[in-house]
């Protein structure tokens, strides 16, 4: 079974109201948009170190990873 941890966060009344009489879910709303800033975060993580890691990246060829690859799947 998942684990789930209680997260609060306090909104002004009169937005609370109104999100109340539109029928906005607010828990889903929230969850949707902590995963949406989390995933744009990790990839803001994985393209500094795409940038970090670009130097030792650029002197291998693509033919070089082609070759890399195709030994990879030959030794399945």
Same mark, same amino acid.
């Given at each position: 079974? +998942?684990?789930? !941890?209680? %997260?609060?966060? $306090?909104?002004?009344? !009169?937005? $609370?109201?109104? +999100?109340?009489?539109?029928?906005? $879910?607010?828990?889903?709303?929230? @969850? *949707? ?11 803001? #993580?994985?393209? +500094?170190?795409? #940038? ?12 070089? %990873? ?8 030959? @030794? *399945?």
């Amino acid at each position: 079974m +998942a684990k789930y !941890e209680t %997260v609060s966060v $306090k909104v002004p009344v !009169e937005l $609370k109201a109104r +999100a109340a009489r539109l029928g906005v $879910k607010t828990a889903e709303v929230l @969850r *949707r948009a902590l995963e949406e800033e989390v995933k744009r975060r990790e990839i803001e #993580e994985i393209n +500094a170190e795409l #940038e970090r890691l670009k130097p030792v990246l650029d002197k291998i060829s693509v033919e070089e %990873v082609v070759a890399m690859i195709r030994e990879d799947r030959e @030794r *399945r």
